[in-house]
């Protein structure tokens, strides 16, 4: 089974930036729609943004404007570059397929102050 590990998180300033990494071990075909997630306390597990094999991305309204997802097929790798961070943007980022999803991985923390 596909095993996912996220890296990057921190702890960073309102208006600060993040850049999120999400190795995948194996291959995952191009045609995986993948999207990195963030739950935080109390809250829903919630999709922030999805990228397709093609490079079309989707994002959540939060997030729009501010995030970018990417991908490395080459590499099993998918990035979220997150810029002019808030503190709502706190919580735990998880990346992972979007719909039939493999295992979760244990995420990043991302926690944003002011």
């Known amino acids: 089974q596909v095993q996912l590990v996220e890296s990057g998180g921190g702890l960073v300033q309102a208006g600060g930036s993040l850049r999120l990494s999400c190795a995948a071990s194996?291959?995952?075909?191009?045609?995986?729609?993948m999207g990195w997630y963030r739950q935080a306390a109390g809250k829903q597990r919630e999709l922030v943004a999805s990228i397709t094999g093609g490079g079309n991305t989707n994002y959540a309204d939060s997030v729009k404007g501010r995030f970018t997802i990417s991908r490395d097929n080459a590499k099993n790798t998918l990035y979220l570059q997150m810029n002019s961070l808030k503190p709502e943007d706190t919580g735990v980022y998880y990346c992972n397929k979007v719909g039939l999803r493999y295992q979760w991985g244990q995420g990043t923390q991302v926690t944003v102050s002011s």
């Open positions: 194996g291959s995952i075909s191009r045609i995986v729609v």
